[in-house]
T-cell receptor
């Protein structure tokens, strides 16, 4: 089975530009998570969707960040405008409906904002 | 609230045992453990549930202390492939949401 798919794998952009990260969860999983990982702050939960509905977005740093999940097989995380401090690895993870709630992470998108 | 992991780093030889701790200020009803190798995504290892039940890896075990405010991960007879950063995750607003600790870097030498 295919795992969580993220694109792009690497993104380099200039400050002020819009960045869109994409995620396709594992088929049949009903929960989706967006994380950000940096050396300074570790692995932080940004937003959590359950059945395509945002449940908790308290981890979203500020209004420049937004996330959507229009259907069960696709989610986006958008940063507009981007800033150098947004540079990080962004992971998407999904979790199955019936389980101990283990999460399966995608390979991540390494974002560099110059 | 972020759980506190200890030690921050550990180095051991192949075949030795290691223990990684994860502490919380409140009683835990589950703890998740993940391992991340350099440049890769975190990978699920196991879940420890409040009754002591464990689901996941067959060569790694975990336990709670008496007050269930600390979980310990036991790695026995370490293999080179065990090297990586280990994260514990504790449920937050819901059972599905996890707050991860800062990680323990484990290095297994031949």
């Amino acid at each position: 089975d295919a795992g969580v798919i993220q694109s792009p794998r690497h993104e380099v952009t200039e400050m002020g530009q819009e960045v869109t990260l994409r995620c396709k969860p594992i088929s049949g999983h009903n929960s989706l998570f967006w994380y950000r990982q940096t050396m300074m702050r570790g692995l932080e939960l940004l937003i959590y969707f359950n059945n395509n509905v945002p449940i908790d977005d308290s981890g979203m740093p500020e209004d420049r960040f937004s996330a959507k999940m229009p259907n069960a097989s696709f989610s986006t995380l958008k940063i507009q405008p981007s800033e150098p401090r947004d540079s990080a690895v962004y992971f998407c993870a999904s979790s199955p409906r019936t389980s101990g709630y283990e999460q399966y992470f995608g390979p991540g998108t390494r974002l560099t904002v110059t | 609230q972020q759980p506190v992991q200890s030690p921050q780093a550990v180095i051991l030889r192949e075949g030795e045992d290691a223990v990684i701790n994860c502490s919380s200020s409140k009683a835990l009803y589950s703890v998740h453990w993940y391992r991340q190798k350099h440049g890769e995504a975190p990978v699920f290892l196991m879940i420890l549930l409040k009754g002591g039940e464990q689901k996941g890896h067959d060569k790694i075990s975990a336990s709670f202390n008496e007050k269930k405010q600390q979980s310990s991960l036991y790695l026995t007879a370490s293999q080179l492939s065990y090297s990586g950063t280990y994260f514990c995750g504790t449920p937050g607003g819901s059972a599905r949401q996890l707050t991860f600790g800062s990680g323990t870097q484990l290095t297994v030498l031949p």
